[in-house]
């Protein structure tokens, strides 16, 4: 009897002598070696919907800041969220079967583990970002997916991966009380579109704002989005740079927010001004940081950790306003990469509180959501706001007591609809910055005025294992090599303000080492000699 998954598989080999990982953003690697893992993630995709009875997962493939030569692939939970840690455990076991058989057995075996009917309904949404090898990928997955397990699939085309989040929860909620939007690129535009002009209820940005699209995805998709925002007379002027995805060669390339982020400075193509904001998406419009010279033509970052405060603070605000601030607590959460004077300026100027979480989205997520409203970013720009249901329902039936706390109250919902649920969205987080500055009426120069980062140093090294490195407390404490920590602790007790951490990259063969420290001669000079303790 003909056997579908194995025959789909015997079309997609698996390479020679090379071992898969779903890491902490699903498998990524050279595109030239992901075809038999993407006709694999067809099979999980598959499973995983039909262990959820047919709920719609997602599928989005896209290597996000790697360089254009690079492509990967990410599968989504029905709410948006990033699969299951138990699923990542059985994408890289699949990923690493040899032969069509093989793969076929193991396919079999999930099936029974989770008691999944294998002639029930399977649905998954897919889409990509604009890399050359996108398009071979795709039909690499499809085949898996459709003609080897026999699911139904929507292809979305090319997608941001926030918009490809947000048609999954869209498609689950569609009839339901909990329905999130329309699942189509316009019903996305409308309801940001929407959401933005009502959140700044006729403020105005001052200035305008220029959007480095990385030359990704996010540059088409920002192009129709402004067509759904108000009037650039009437709301905020935004200029579209680095978006050419014509030559696919070109992205991330010298531009976007993770050249902006590990450089400290503006893409060498801008031509922003003195006092003009900037911002930089990244390749798959997941991350956005902010950025401008000054009036010295001095570079001044405006991270993750500056959106987090700046949200955090303008949330609060609404919240007291509201009369609601006995009803809904807010809080933070970082990982150990947040600057200190950032976690420093939550804590004490803020009075809000503060969770620390391993490395990776999902984690600052996971820990979001255990909050009223959890207000999560990591340094490098990835990041949103999440609202728990109880606390939506209170703002929802909430009635106002006076006039003044009508407005914050119609402001705090709108503001609601304008963050992305589903996960951290460079366009949504934009717009929410805009409409926070509009209000305080504020420019990037008193943004960062808020407080004074400590100067940092972040370093690569390259170890021989770095699967030895094991960490514990958020990643900022080191278990293992024995005594490795004691060292650390007795550089960084030198220097003034210190703070530094050693940890293995989930995304690349090597260790990371950040350091912080009262000046830029210390935190250099401690980032060097915690690097040399690590080698
Ligand atoms: C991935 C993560 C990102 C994290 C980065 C750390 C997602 C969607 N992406 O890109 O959140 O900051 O890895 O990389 O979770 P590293 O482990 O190499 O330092
Ligand atoms: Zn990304």
């Known amino acids: 009897m003909a056997d579908p998954v194995a025959e789909a598989m015997s079309r997609h080999p698996t390479p020679e002598g090379l071992v898969y990982q779903y890491g902490t953003a699903g498998f990524r690697t050279k595109s030239e070696v992901l075809d038999s893992v993407m006709a694999?993630?067809?099979?999980?995709?598959?499973?995983?919907?039909?262990?959820?009875?047919?709920?719609?997962?997602g599928v989005m493939i896209t290597a996000s800041h790697n360089p254009p030569e690079d492509n990967g692939v990410k599968i989504v939970e029905p709410m948006g969220n990033m699969l299951q840690e138990e699923w990542e455990i059985l994408a890289t076991a699949i990923s690493n079967k040899q032969t069509p058989e093989e793969v076929s057995q193991y396919y079999q075996e999930i099936a029974e583990k989770y008691r999944i009917d294998l002639s029930s309904p399977a649905r998954a949404v897919v889409a990509r970002d604009t890399r050359a090898s996108g398009a071979r990928l795709l039909a690499a997955f499809l085949d898996g997916l459709t003609k080897g397990a026999g699911a139904e699939v929507k292809d979305y085309g090319f997608l941001t991966t926030p918009q490809l989040h947000y048609m999954v929860r869209c498609l689950n909620t569609e009839g339901t009380p909990d329905a999130y939007g329309t699942p189509t690129e316009?019903?996305?535009?409308?309801?940001?579109?929407?959401?933005?002009?009502?959140?700044?209820?006729?403020?105005?940005?001052?200035?305008?704002?220029?959007?480095d699209c990385a030359n990704g995805v996010g540059g088409p998709k920002l192009a129709e989005l402004i067509k759904h925002l108000p009037p650039k007379e009437e709301a905020l002027e935004i200029f579209v740079v680095n978006d050419n995805v014509i030559k696919p060669e070109?992205?991330?390339?010298?531009?976007?927010?993770?050249?902006?982020?590990?450089?400290?400075?503006?893409?060498?193509?801008?031509?922003?001004?003195?006092?003009?904001?900037?911002?930089?998406?990244?390749?798959?419009a997941d991350r956005v940081v902010y950025y401008f010279k000054d009036s010295n033509n001095m570079f001044h970052l405006?991270?993750?950790?500056?959106?987090?405060?700046?949200?955090?603070?303008?949330?609060?605000?609404?919240?007291?306003?509201?009369?609601?601030?006995?009803?809904?607590?807010?809080?933070?959460?970082?990982?150990?990469?947040?600057?200190?004077?950032?976690?420093?300026?939550v804590e004490k100027t803020l009075k809000l509180?503060?969770?620390?979480?391993?490395?990776?989205?999902?984690?600052?997520?996971?820990?979001?959501?255990?909050?009223?409203?959890?207000?999560?970013?990591?340094?490098?720009?990835?990041?949103?706001?999440?609202?728990?249901?109880d606390t939506l329902d209170t703002i929802a039936k909430y009635e106002p007591r006076s006039p003044g706390q009508k407005d914050a109250l119609d402001v705090l919902r709108a503001v609601?609809?304008?963050?992305?649920?589903?996960?951290?969205?460079?366009?949504?987080?934009?717009?929410?910055?805009?409409?926070?500055?509009?209000?305080?009426?504020?420019g990037a120069q008193e943004w960062l005025s808020t407080y004074t980062d400590l100067p940092n140093r972040l370093l690569?090294?390259?170890?021989?294992?770095?699967?030895?490195?094991?960490?514990t407390d958020a990643e900022r404490k080191l278990v293992k090599p024995d005594g490795l920590q004691k060292s650390i602790d007795a550089e960084v007790q030198k220097v003034r303000q210190g703070r530094s951490f050693a940890r293995a990259s989930g995304t690349e063969d090597a260790v990371r080492v950040y350091a912080?420290?009262?000046?830029?001669?210390?935190?250099?000079?401690?980032?060097?000699?915690?690097?040399?303790?690590?080698?």
């Open 40 to 57: 694999r993630c067809g099979l999980i995709a598959a499973l995983r919907s039909r262990a959820l009875k047919g709920k719609w997962v």
């Open 186 to 211: 316009k019903g996305y535009y409308e309801k940001f579109g929407a959401a933005f002009k009502n959140a700044l209820r006729g403020k105005k940005p001052s200035g305008s704002l220029t959007v």
């Open 250 to 284: 070109s992205l991330n390339v010298e531009c976007g927010a993770d050249f902006v982020k590990t450089n400290q400075r503006a893409p060498p193509s801008s031509k922003a001004g003195p006092g003009d904001r900037c911002c930089s998406l990244d390749g798959d």
């Open 302 to 345: 405006l991270d993750g950790d500056r959106i987090a405060t700046l949200v955090a603070s303008f949330l609060g605000d609404l919240v007291r306003q509201s009369g609601l601030a006995d009803k809904v607590t807010i809080g933070v959460v970082q990982t150990a990469y947040a600057n200190g004077a950032a976690t420093e300026y």
């Open 353 to 389: 509180k503060v969770d620390c979480t391993p490395t990776g989205v999902k984690y600052l997520h996971h820990a979001a959501e255990k909050l009223d409203v959890g207000v999560y970013f990591e340094a490098n720009g990835h990041g949103t706001v999440i609202f728990s249901p």
């Open 416 to 442: 609601i609809d304008l963050i992305n649920q589903a996960v951290g969205d460079a366009l949504s987080d934009f717009l929410l910055v805009e409409v926070v500055l509009a209000h305080k009426s504020w």
């Open 460 to 471: 690569k090294v390259i170890v021989a294992d770095r699967k030895i490195f094991q960490t």
């Open 516 to 535: 912080e420290a009262a000046t830029r001669g210390e935190a250099d000079d401690l980032a060097r000699k915690v690097a040399e303790l690590v080698k």
